[in-house]
C-alpha cells in the first residue's frame, strides 16, 4: 500500500511535536550535551532533510525543534528583524508544528532563533539563543579541507587564523574581517560565531544566556554555555574593534546600535535604522524619536 | 517619513498561491494524473526515487507534479518525507544474480550465458524528434522475453572464476554497513559510506567527474563489464522467524565497470571493481557512479592521488544536489548586515588610500 | 512489579516528558552544580531511580551503548526495563559505552575506564549517569568554569573514591574527558568536563 492511498493521506499530513521524530531528537540533544560539555568544539550530528533548504536554518530549526516545549516562547530574527521573509516563514512552521506562543520582545521570549544578528536588548540567565550557521568552521576558508581543520582543533593549531589576520593588518593598516569574525571560547577552541557582524562579538562573551549553534548542512552543533569567556582573536598592537556608526537611528535615535542602511530615493538618499526591529520599536514606544521619526 | 517594509506575511502567502496557479497552468489543458506521471514520465520518476532515496514511484509522481518538473525540487521533496519515517530494520543485501533481469550488456564479452539483452533503450535510437510520438500515436505491441527466465550469471562472476577480477568485498568483513542518514559522515570514509552517498548524488556531478576520469584526470581504463536493469527480490531478517521474510520487489540498476590496473605496491595487477547501483532504470548514474566509485578507491589501491575525481572529501561533499542546491540558493536570503559591515569597510578603505595618495600629491607639488 | 512486568511503568505523554526532562538536563550541564527537577519521570522496577529511568528514556536509544554498573546488570527485571523501553544495547566494555549508568558511586571504577573521546572526537566519550541520594550533603566542594559566573557552592552525595583527585585528573584531559548526569531522587544536576572542582573552602 503506498502512501497516498485512502484513508492514509493523514500519514503525510501529520507530524510529531516539532516536526522531528524522537529518534532524531535524541541524536540532537545528545549532540547538544556533548557541545555544551566542550564550548566551541563543533560536534558532528546527523542533520536530517528538514522540509526548508539546507542553508535557510535547517541546523538552527534542528536545535530550536530538539529543544523546544509547550511553555516555551519563541521569537525568530533574520538580520535582527521579526519581520523579514525567512524568520516569519520559520515562526509559522513552529506556529503550525508545535504551538507554541511566539513574540518579537526580546525580553519575553525563552528562545530566540537568529540569523546574523544577536539581539540589542541584553538577554538574561535562562534564555537560549539558537543561531543559524552557514559555515561551521572558522578556518574552512583557509583550508578548506575537513580533515585538516580537524587536525588544527585537535591540536591547538590556530596560526594559521593569526597569520591571516595579520597579513590583512599589514595590507590594509587594519583587521579586513567585518562579520564572522572568528573568537576563542574559553581559551581552547577557535569558534565560528556564525555570520553576525563583529559588532555583535562582545555580547557573546560572558552572556548569562545559553548559546547554542546549528549548522544542518554542515552537520555540525556548537555551544557556548552561561558566562563562558569568549574573546575575539586580536594582537597586542591592533586590539580588535568593533564598527561604530557616526549616526543614531533615524527613528529611534539609538546610538550604538548596529544600523542598516536604507536607500530612500533613487538620487542616493538614505537614511540608517536600527537593524534590531524589536529594540528600535520599543524605544520608539518609550517616546525615543530619531531626526526622521513619525 | 520613513516607513519600513512590512507585510511579509501576506506577500508569502501571495506567492504561495501565485505558485499554484503558475503550476496548474491553462485551466483549459486536463490536469495532469500521478498515473501518467508514473506511466509517462518514468524516468524522472526514477531518478527522483534514487536522489530522493524513497523507492514510492506515487510519492516521486507527486513530487515531480508539485515542482512543476523541477527535478532536483522534486527530489528536495522526496527526501523531507523520507527524514520523518520511522525505520523499522534493514534488510538484508539484495541478490542482483537473481535479478529478473530486462536488460543486459556487457562491452567486454561478445557473447556469454544469458546472451545480450537491449531492452527499452535509447541507445540506437535515431535521436529525431518523432511527429508521431507528438500526436499520441500508439506504440506497436513489443516481443518480450518470457518472464521466469533462469536467473542470469553476471559477468563479474565470469571474471573472478579466472582469478583476474579482484573479488568482491566481503560481507563479512564488515557485517553492520554504515547508514549516512543516521550517522554524520566523517572523512575518510569506507567504501560503503561513499557509495551509500553516491548513490543518492546528482546525475549531473557525478557524470561529470566521472568524464573527467576518461579524460586523463586520473584515468582508470574502464570497461563496461555489464549493466542490467531489473527486479531484485527485496527480503528482511525477523528474528520470530527462521527464515528472511519477503517484503517484494524493486527495480534497480546496476553497472559493474572492469577496470584494468597494473597493480602497485599493495595489490597485484589485475582487473579492478567500480561499482554502481541505482533505483529504478538509471543507466547513466549508474555508470557514472562506478566510475566515481573507482576513482575514490586510489587510496585503497596505493595509486597516486592527481586529480579532482579521486579526491573524497571534495567528491562527497558536493556531490548532493540538495544540500549544494540549498547552500547556493541561500544567497537570495537577505544579507544586509553583513554587506552593511562589508560597506562600512570598503568605504573606510577607500578613504584611506585617497587620503594617502592626496598626501603623496602634495608631497609632489 | 510482577516478575514480567516490565513492559510498564513508561510515560504517557512520552513526547513532551522527554522534552521538559532533556530541558532541565540540559540547564544542568550548561549552569554545572545547579539543581534541575524532573517532574515526569517513568516508573522503573525497585533497584532503577525514577530520574535515572528518565535520562535513560529521553537520551538513550538503539544507537547508544550502555554499560550497567554489577547491581543494576545483576537485576534482570531493570534490565529487561531498560532494552524495553530504550532498545539500547547493554555492553560489558566500560570504555564502548555512550552511557554508564550507576547506582552506587562509592564503588564505580574509575573515572578513567570509561570512553574519554579522542583529540579529533572529544565528544566519543561516556556520559556517566549517576545516582545520587542528594546534594545537601557530602563533602562541599565550589565550582568554576563555564556556565557558571563566579563560583558555585556543591555537594552531593555518595561521591566515587577520591573524586577530586579523579576529577582533576579528567579536567586535566580537556577537550577530552567524562562528563557526569548525578540523579537524585527529584533532580539532577551536572559536572560537565569543563568544571574546575575546588574544595568547598578554596
Not at chain 1, 195 to 214: C, E, S
Request: net charge negative; charged share 25%; proline share 7%.
Amino acid at each position: 500500500m503506498s502512501a497516498l492511498d485512502a484513508g492514509n493521506e493523514q500519514v503525510i499530513a501529520t507530524y510529531n511535536f516539532a516536526y522531528l521524530d524522537e529518534q532524531t531528537k535524541r541524536m540532537i540533544r545528545r549532540a547538544l550535551l556533548k557541545g555544551i560539555a566542550v564550548p566551541g568544539y563543533q560536534v558532528p550530528f546527523a542533520s536530517r532533510e528538514m522540509p526548508m533548504p539546507y542553508g535557510w536554518g535547517t541546523g538552527g530549526v534542528q536545535v530550536t525543534a530538539a529543544i523546544i516545549g509547550p511553555d516555551d516562547r519563541l521569537k525568530v530574527i533574520d538580520q535582527g528583524a521579526d519581520d523579514t521573509t525567512n524568520a516569519i516563514s520559520i515562526r509559522k512552521f513552529f506556529e503550525r508544528t508545535t504551538g507554541v506562543e511566539t513574540t518579537t520582545a526580546t525580553a519575553e521570549a525563552s528562545i530566540i532563533q537568529t540569523r546574523h544578528r544577536i539581539p540589542e536588548t541584553p538577554l538574561t540567565a535562562g534564555q537560549i539563543l539558537v543561531f543559524q550557521v552557514p559555515i561551521p568552521e572558522p578556518l574552512r576558508f583557509l583550508e578548506p579541507r575537513e580533515t585538516e581543520t580537524r587536525t588544527m582543533h585537535a591540536l591547538e593549531e590556530y596560526g594559521v587564523m593569526h597569520v591571516k589576520l595579520y597579513e590583512d593588518i599589514a595590507r590594509h593598516g587594519h583587521i579586513a574581517t567585518t562579520y564572522a569574525y572568528p573568537v576563542k571560547v574559553e581559551g581552547r577552541y577557535v569558534t565560528d560565531p556564525s555570520p553576525t557582524p563583529k559588532f555583535d562579538n562582545p555580547k557573546m562573551h560572558r552572556n548569562p544566556a545559553l548559546q547554542l549553534f546549528g549548522a544542518g548542512r554542515e552537520m555540525r552543533i556548537y555551544a557556548i554555555p552561561p558566562w563562558t569567556e569568549v574573546v575575539s582573536l586580536d594582537f597586542e598592537d591592533h586590539p580588535f574593534e568593533v564598527q561604530a556608526f557616526d549616526r543614531p537611528c533615524a527613528l529611534c535615535g539609538a546610538e550604538d546600535v548596529f544600523l542598516d542602511e536604507v536607500i530612500t530615493d533613487d538620487r542616493g538618499g538614505r537614511m540608517f535604522v536600527c537593524s534590531d526591529t524589536d529594540h528600535c520599536n520599543r524605544r520608539q514606544a518609550e517616546g525615543h524619536a530619531g531626526e526622521q521619526a513619525a | 517619513m520613513y516607513v519600513a517594509v512590512k507585510g511579509g506575511e501576506t506577500a508569502i502567502d501571495n506567492a504561495h498561491k501565485l505558485l499554484a496557479d503558475r503550476r496548474r497552468g491553462n485551466r483549459d489543458v486536463a490536469d495532469l494524473g500521478l498515473d501518467q506521471i508514473m506511466e509517462q514520465l518514468s524516468l524522472a520518476v526514477d531518478r527522483v526515487m534514487s536522489e530522493g532515496a524513497l523507492y514510492d514511484r506515487e510519492l516521486a509522481a507527486l513530487a515531480i507534479k508539485q515542482a512543476r518538473g523541477d527535478l532536483i525540487e522534486a527530489i528536495f521533496l522526496a527526501r523531507a518525507y523520507r527524514t520523518t519515517l520511522p525505520r523499522f530494520g534493514y534488510t538484508q543485501p539484495v541478490d542482483t544474480g537473481r535479478m529478473q533481469v530486462e536488460r543486459r550488456i556487457s562491452a567486454c564479452f561478445k557473447d556469454l550465458p544469458g546472451g545480450q539483452l537491449l531492452g527499452p533503450t535509447f541507445d540506437y535510437t535515431h535521436r529525431l524528434l518523432d511527429p508521431a510520438l507528438a500526436g499520441g500515436a500508439a506504440p506497436e505491441t513489443p516481443e518480450v522475453r518470457d518472464p521466469d527466465g533462469a536467473p542470469m550469471m553476471r559477468v563479474s562472476d565470469f571474471l573472478g572464476q579466472e582469478g583476474l577480477l579482484e573479488p568482491a568485498p566481503d560481507a563479512a568483513d564488515k557485517p553492520v554497513p554504515d547508514d549516512i542518514a543516521r550517522n554524520p559522515m566523517s572523512y575518510p570514509m569506507d567504501r560503503d559510506a561513499r557509495l551509500q552517498a553516491l548513490a543518492r548524488g546528482d546525475e549531473g556531478f557525478l557524470l561529470s567527474m566521472g568524464y573527467s576520469t576518461q579524460r586523463g584526470y586520473a584515468r582508470s581504463h574502464p570497461f563496461a563489464g555489464e549493466i542490467r536493469i531489473g527486479e531484485v527480490e527485496l527480503e528482511i531478517a525477523v528474528p520470530e522467524l527462521d527464515f528472511a521474510a519477503p517484503l517484494g520487489r524493486i527495480q534497480v540498476t546496476e553497472c559493474q565497470m572492469v577496470n584494468q590496473f597494473q597493480g602497485s605496491a599493495k595489490a597485484p595487477p589485475q582487473f579492478t571493481r567500480g561499482y554502481g547501483l541505482v533505483f529504478g532504470q538509471a543507466e547513466r548514474k549508474s555508470m557514472a557512479m562506478a566510475l566515481v566509485d573507482r576513482a575514490l578507491r586510489a587510496t585503497e589501491l596505493g595509486e597516486d592521488l592527481t586529480a579532482p575525481a579521486q579526491d573524497e572529501e571534495f567528491v562527497i561533499a558536493h556531490s548532493d544536489n540538495v544540500q549544494a542546491t540549498g547552500f547556493v540558493e541561500h544567497l537570495k536570503l537577505p544579507h544586509y548586515v553583513d554587506f552593511q559591515s562589508e560597506l562600512n569597510l570598503v568605504r573606510r578603505m577607500r578613504a584611506e588610500v585617497e587620503a594617502r595618495t592626496e598626501t603623496h600629491q602634495e608631497a609632489a607639488e | 512489579m510482577a516478575e514480567t512486568d516490565f513492559l510498564s511503568g513508561g510515560l504517557a505523554d512520552p513526547v513532551i516528558a522527554g522534552q521538559s526532562a532533556f530541558r532541565a538536563i540540559m540547564q544542568a550541564m550548561a549552569e554545572p552544580g545547579t539543581i534541575q527537577a524532573i517532574t515526569d519521570c517513568p516508573t522503573p522496577p525497585k533497584g532503577l531511580r525514577r530520574t535515572m529511568a528518565s535520562i535513560a528514556t529521553t537520551l538513550c536509544d538503539a544507537d547508544t551503548p550502555i554499560w550497567l554498573d554489577p547491581e543494576l546488570a545483576g537485576n534482570p527485571l531493570v534490565v529487561k526495563w531498560l532494552a524495553f523501553h530504550t532498545g539500547a544495547p547493554v555492553t560489558a566494555d566500560s570504555a564502548a559505552a555512550m552511557f554508564a549508568f550507576v547506582s552506587d558511586p562509592s564503588s564505580m571504577p574509575a573515572l578513567d575506564r570509561f570512553a574519554k573521546g579522542t583529540d579529533a572526537y572529544p565528544d566519543r566519550s561516556t556520559t556517566l549517569v549517576l545516582a545520587v541520594d542528594g546534594f545537601d550533603r557530602g563533602t562541599p566542594l565550589s565550582l568554576t568554569g563555564p556556565g557558571i559566573e563566579h563560583l558555585r557552592r556543591f555537594t552531593f552525595a555518595p561521591m566515587p573514591e577520591a573524586f577530586i583527585d579523579q576529577w582533576s585528573g579528567n579536567r586535566a584531559l580537556f577537550p577530552r574527558g567524562v562528563d557526569l548526569i548525578l540523579a537524585g531522587p527529584e533532580a539532577v544536576a551536572c559536572l560537565p568536563r569543563s568544571t574546575r572542582i575546588g574544595k568547598g573552602e578554596d
